[in-house]
């Protein structure tokens, strides 16, 4: 009996490793997430199970006191389980906790790390999370806490010079930006990049005073990764021609 946890990357069904397409061919269940591109679901074995236990604010399927268990009656059911999860099983994917129930239900457990849209996403969008002489650090917050509030780590992360990635945090957008707006940051370059990695990727910028203006004209919600530094306002953000340009009176894009 065995779990195998595998990072799905940022979207792009490219953005794969060989070592977790390697645990697709050969697990008997696949459990996958809702943001994990159905096309890596090919790499599978024609008789494998195929379980979908994707959770989504406001539609879940499957809730993670459900998903625990699950992952030990199949694989003890069937023999090995892939539990096949976007971006990093690590980064904010209660990898650990899957981990730590299959082994305390006695399942041998293997760990196939995956590419994180923290930085992915901002990369594929032409936004670097460190540049010399502009941003030497990054920090990678969730936009909300278990219980529904904003992460402490945000207050701290707002007073910093460094690059803030915030995941999960689409829904917070407007009480993040009045933070940062709170520490005399109005005018800081701020990204979000819906679909990042795929070829619906849509990215709009501004600024901290801005973006939610701008965010909501064009139509842009989940799933997205908020960028707030120096490094959304540098050039080449706009390299793919794919940010949108939105007119809003009295602000120019970061650009």
């Not at 990204?191 to 600024?207: K, M, S, Y």
Request: aromatic share 6%; glycine share 10%.
């Amino acid at each position: 009996m065995k779990l195998t946890l595998v990072g799905a990357g940022p979207g792009d069904p490219e953005l794969i490793t060989l070592k977790a397409v390697r645990a697709l061919q050969e697990a008997d269940v696949v459990m996958y997430d809702a943001l994990v591109a159905p096309e890596l679901l090919d790499y599978c074995r024609p008789d494998a199970l195929q379980v979908y236990v994707g959770k989504r604010k406001g539609a879940y399927s499957c809730m993670q006191e459900d998903i625990n268990p699950l992952i030990v009656h199949y694989a003890r059911q069937y023999g090995h389980v892939v539990r096949l999860k976007g971006g990093d099983p690590f980064v904010f994917g209660r990898g650990y906790e899957e981990a730590q129930f299959a082994r305390q239900h006695g399942l041998e457990v293997a760990l196939v790390p995956g590419i994180s849209s923290s930085y992915a996403v901002p990369s594929s969008a032409g936004v670097p999370l460190t540049s010399r002489g502009v941003s030497e650090s990054f920090w990678v917050v969730t936009g909300t806490t278990k219980d529904g509030q904003l992460s402490r780590d945000l207050h701290l992360a707002a007073q910093s010079s460094a690059t803030v990635v915030v995941l999960m945090g689409m829904h917070q957008l407007s009480k993040i930006t009045d933070l940062f707006a709170s520490v005399g940051k109005s005018d800081l370059p701020v990204a979000i990049i819906q679909n990042g990695t795929t070829a619906d990727e849509r990215v709009v910028l501004g600024r901290v005073s801005t973006i939610c203006e701008r965010v909501e004209a064009a139509g842009v919600g989940n799933p997205a990764v908020i960028v707030l530094g120096e490094v959304a306002g540098l050039p080449l953000a706009d390299w793919q021609n794919r940010i949108e340009t939105l007119s809003v009176s009295g602000d120019q894009a970061a650009s």
